[in-house]
């Protein structure tokens, strides 16, 4: 299918270009064109700490290298937060299980269910960590570095509705201050020792943004252009992948994209891959077609100018059109982990997985 700017690369971004009143234009022109024609890029010279960024990225291997005991300790299924540890095995995209275990953790925040509220309040919540003296310094290390990715989610949504010709903070609308976010941790086993090479499946995050954190030298990470082909995004040393979600896809009206991506196991006889996604989450309580953003004609023309987009092989995320975007993400993770769904969420468990467990049409939380 012809598209008029397509892509065969990931373009890199450099974040201290925004720094000098001379060089801030570049990187704006720049920030447009990867969010309307390719949905990913790579930022170079993030404002995070690169020690702390070398810490998170030591400690990622020696979480899965603790006793699967005192991993189970820390199931997911435990969390109506969907936050925890998960086996190889246990998630599902697009009807396929996904080669890989992982942790899911947030940054700080205390449950707000009260009974008759929604249920999808019950799905942000404390995190579960392990005990200090078996991961020493890890939690602290992990909540700080969250918080740096925390701001800079803030700034760049401010970049984005800056190049976007809107009002510098018109997108923080969509946030509260009690708004929080969800990262893993995620470990992908070589080909020879899980069953398939589907790391994660093909799919879109849901979220506003996602950093992702390639901690380890290992390819596998792959986005589907406009025509459907796929892309590979190698590891860059300093930089973090950054992507757009529905959400975002859905309050620009297409304008920018979602991008539709897969991770593969890493070949035969390697090391793990490791990796730690970032994902920008917006308040619960929001219906994201009822809020309008009124953009320039020569923005949205954009849009147009990109031309017809391919289909992709991902899940999407249509009840962004009539539901609570607390409730798209709790759909998302009910199909991702209906182990999880069965113990907390009985009633939509049953819903999508009227004959039990097993590997239906899911969503994923990426990478």
Not at 28 to 33: A, F, G, I, M, P
Not at 215 to 232: K, R, T
């Amino acid at each position: 299918m012809a598209v008029d700017q397509d892509f065969s690369s990931i373009p890199v971004l450099d974040y201290a270009l925004t720094k000098d009143p001379a060089t801030r234009p570049k990187f704006l022109d720049q920030l447009r064109y990867a969010l309307v024609n390719v949905g990913f890029l790579y930022l170079s010279n993030p404002p995070v700490s690169q020690d702390d960024i070398d810490l998170v990225i030591d400690y990622a291997p020696k979480l899965f290298t603790i006793s699967q005991e005192k991993k189970d300790k820390l199931l997911m299924r435990n969390s109506p937060h969907f936050l925890g540890y998960t086996r190889i095995g246990a998630e599902y995209t697009k009807g396929k299980t996904d080669q890989r275990e992982q942790y899911d953790f947030a940054t700080p925040y205390e449950c707000q269910w009260t009974p008759g509220a929604p249920e999808y309040h019950k799905l942000w919540g404390p995190a579960q960590w392990h005990d200090e003296k078996d991961i020493p310094g890890f939690k602290e290390t992990f909540l700080r570095y969250l918080a740096q990715c925390e701001e800079l989610s803030y700034q760049f949504i401010d970049l984005i509705a800056e190049t976007l010709g809107l009002e510098k903070d018109a997108l923080r609308i969509f946030f509260d201050p009690a708004t929080p976010h969800r990262a893993k941790v995620v470990r992908y086993p070589a080909i020879s020792d899980v069953d398939s090479n589907q790391g994660v499946g093909p799919h879109f995050d849901s979220c506003f943004l996602t950093f992702l954190l390639q901690a380890s030298p290992h390819n596998g990470l792959q986005v589907q252009n406009l025509s459907g082909e796929w892309i590979d995004v190698p590891p860059i040393p300093g930089t973090f992948v950054v992507n757009i979600g529905k959400g975002l896809e859905m309050v620009t009206y297409g304008l920018t994209r979602a991008t539709s991506h897969q991770v593969l196991s890493p070949p035969a006889g390697s090391t793990p891959r490791y990796s730690i996604p970032f994902f920008q989450h917006i308040g619960q309580n929001l219906r994201l077609n009822e809020i309008h953003l009124n953009f320039p004609p020569d923005v949205l023309a954009l849009r147009e100018k990109r031309g017809v987009v391919g289909a992709a092989d991902s899940v999407n995320y249509g009840e962004y059109g009539h539901e609570y975007s607390g409730q798209v993400s709790l759909i998302g993770r009910i199909k991702s982990h209906p182990d999880v769904a069965e113990r907390h969420y009985p009633q939509l468990f049953q819903k999508f997985f009227p004959q039990g467990i097993k590997a239906e049409e899911g969503s994923s939380g990426g990478y």
